[in-house]
Nanobody
């Protein structure tokens, strides 16, 4: 599967953005899809994920209650709705896909990656 992520931008604290992860090849709902982010000088960290079959969702504690991951099978796209954004959410965001049976929160367990989209939250 080939992934194209988009939707990043500059937003003020408290604002919202919706990131999209579209599959240009393959069927995205056949994979667990996760969102990760990486700020300068920091390791890539797990943000959210959705299970390929059950559609169950998982979130990092830092975004729980503010971010929502969802998918649209007809559009072959996974979304990350980000509300109540904080300056510490500033990072490059990447979507990734895994063919594993269970959802993983570790980046190295994902096989396919989008190119990343920058999110900058100003205070």
């Amino acid at each position: 599967v080939q992934l194209v992520d988009s939707g990043g931008g500059l937003v003020q604290a408290g604002g919202s953005l919706r990131l999209s992860c579209a599959a240009s090849e393959g069927t995205i709902s056949n994979y667990n899809v996760g969102w990760f982010r990486q700020a300068p000088g920091k390791e890539r960290e797990f943000v959210a994920a959705i299970h390929w079959s059950a559609g169950s969702t998982y979130y990092a504690d830092s975004v729980k209650g503010r971010f929502t991951i969802s998918r649209d099978k007809a559009k072959n796209t996974v979304y990350l709705q980000m509300n109540s954004l904080k300056p510490e959410d500033t990072a490059a965001y990447y979507c990734a896909a895994s063919g594993a049976q269970y959802v993983d929160t570790e980046a190295h367990l994902y096989d396919y990656w989008g190119q990343g989209t920058q999110v900058t939250v100003s205070s």
